[in-house]
């Protein structure tokens, strides 16, 4: 399904376009190295996973190494698609069953989960974890959720609740206002128009190595150690977002 | 469920609190009225929805009226949802049955849905409908697809897709690109960290009245009347935010 | 991605195998086709669908039209899946992005949409519909639902509930009862281990042409002329599967 | 929400109704005790976990407390969802938000959660596990597949593709024949009208603890253990309803 010429123009493409300050580190399109031709529509993309060294102490190395290693999975899959989709037929689509509907489908799931495992990733395991009542993060969270305290609580609620998926800190564009969603898997109950800024694994594969089924303890655990200079960064990147809505 | 107490400060703070400039037309919420406390979560917002007078031929009277109906009935269940949340338990969460669980899936669901009603209705029915060349729309949409018509095809594409759903063109902040995206129902499949440029309903309610089980012609239509100005101003703040990321 | 052959197959089997008694009126796997070589895993199966001629007047022709025409779409895509099933490989299958994967779960999205269906169009339309208090249907209902209109009410609360989808009265082979189930779509929210006896679709397209939002309305007038005959056959072989358990 | 009474008549009701052979081991509605009465519907019913022994070494024990824990977890909020049901609002139920939808939806999922699990404690863990080229599970399984192996390989794939969730052969009563099937989570994508025989818990709460991220592994370990004993008693029943059709 895979042109071979695709293949290796996104190969060389790689070394070409790597591109730096990004979630996942490096991530590139190859859209430059395709446009030219204006004949396909060029969707695929190529990430190269960042190596994650969390210094936590509260996540065993197997559990971190098996978290890596899952990550760098749905990215594979995510270029997989995405190089799949851009020769796809999208003539003869339909909603009940086509090769492009799948791929769009499979394109999400694996997004998501590769940028929000790049998100969490980012967000834990700062062992001199701090957050300053003064700080942009605090006084949104102050804000909106009426206390820090407040905020907490809810956000564990949020991860508690989640079925198998992610619980989130997001600003929403359209209430104008920071709030906790819950997401089942990587993509169902997504709130749109949203720019997420805490982001914490609820699946399984985060904590059952190390806290079986007490999810809350892990949940605990890395919130004792979110990394709030991260945080802080991206609650001013919303916050800019915000001005210009 | 609704404390009788929140839901008169929820009537009193509409008047108070109408906001002007938003997808909704008018969308306010209460925090302003309860932060005073600083007691419990206030999640309750009030939004007051716009009035759609769609000028379009292509759908029928009754079509316009049942959607704006529809529409009114998401922000209902939006607020219905939001007051219910400001007192659910948040002690007891977990992820098979709780309160709080189902109200923040309901909240998810119906934010979705009312806010993807005011984006679709605000962009379509131009019966004057164009598109210039040297509009910042044509231009990313060209770099981004390979060309507007490629555009157009993926685009019919991702609305032929949906298992009674929406499409949507995106701004990703991960990809740094505008992508279209398939979404069932309101809320699955949804892409994480997006901006919606381009917002096309495909649920059955939408075009099965006039047009029976014939989605794209349906399809054909609305994009025929594209309201471009609209989009514009989309695409604008999108490739601000782009620059802030 | 279908075998030139095994479309010759698919269609020589036809017309050998059609079978009689069904609730798709005519259906038919092609296992025997092909179970000679037993080289590939034979899961295509051939399916005719009944046309029904609904004699109620509370749905127009055109949506009775309109829904045998979908009816017939889900069929057609459910052989198609099933095809391309008997080649697709299953050494390299993950749960991200594998064709597999995606073929399995259209599958199943077709086959309920074909088979839910014609246990609709089957159980619908009996413009001299009458339950007699003696019939196992009325005394079933009663005894596991408190009396005969508290299992109407229930039903028409699920009809209510779905989102997009549907209502079903099922005999449970766990709970050893008939119990009202909601699904979304085709395939969310299927009680495992049940047999379906009464059947209402509450997709839009069922109702919206004739109805436009309201939906109590069309279930109202569905449940009036409910098919009492084949839903009392229905009954019988779900007893007689509970006293095999 | 739930109403005294009922809770006494609950507990009053599971000693005196307790039943035999299910797959739950004892599970009982509470019918008989509030039918007199018919002023409510009566969904409640009160399950009482059987204690699984697992005597496999290829899960550790730990894995196998905490899977047990589930377990019981589930059937303790399949009880407390019933309960709610019994009162729950059924007259103004709409799909955007009501508890009555949220209520059924839990019900559906911790009912699917709760006996998909008995029916894989039941069915894995035989360290004698042996298959006879006589039983009826073999002959069914190479009807349908054309060969035991190659039900292994479809089997082993629906495992694999699996995301979070469930691999089954079920019997089809609509197909009147075996089939495999993939569940995401415990209800999305499940076949309507279906027995299931083969059971596989593919969540990762499963095996993560043991195997981390090596499902595979997993799932070959079970499938030598397989108990084909109880499987076999599940096929002569699946055969005797697919004779009732």
């Known amino acids: 399904m895979i042109d071979k010429k695709l293949e290796e123009l996104v190969k060389k493409s790689v070394t070409q376009t790597l591109q730096e300050k990004n979630v996942l580190g490096k991530y590139s399109k190859i859209n430059e190295a395709t446009q030219n031709s204006k004949k396909v529509l060029s969707e ?6 960042t190596k994650f060294n969390l210094n936590t102490e509260l996540l065993s ?3 971190k190494a098996a978290h890596q290693e899952l990550f760098e999975g749905y990215i594979k899959e995510l270029n997989a698609t995405a190089a799949q989709l851009d020769t796809a037929d999208r003539e003869n689509v339909n909603p009940n069953h086509s090769q492009f509907r799948s791929l769009k489908l499979d394109e999400i799931h694996n997004h998501n989960a590769s940028f929000l495992h790049g ?3 980012q967000n834990i395991s700062d062992v001199n974890s701090e957050i300053s009542a003064d700080s942009l993060a605090f006084m949104r969270l102050e804000r909106d959720f009426g206390s820090f305290d407040l905020w907490q609580e809810d956000f564990v609620a949020c991860c508690m609740a989640a079925r198998n998926g992610w619980a989130m800190t997001v600003y929403s564009f359209n209430l104008k206002r920071y709030i906790n969603t819950v997401i089942d898997l990587h993509d169902q109950h997504v709130m749109v128009s949203a720019f997420p800024v805490i982001v914490m694994d609820c699946w399984e594969h985060s904590y059952f190595k190390d806290y079986l089924k ?4 892990y949940v605990y655990g890395m919130m004792k150690e979110l990394n709030w200079d991260v945080i802080e960064q991206r609650f001013k990147v919303a916050d800019k977002i915000g001005a210009l809505l």
Do not use: G
Request: glycine content about 0%.
């Open 214 to 217: 007490n999810r809350k303890a």
């Open 61 to 63: 190395d197997k559990t």
């Open 119 to 121: 998100l969490y990733f």
């Open 44 to 49: 695929a993309y190529v990430a190269q996973p």
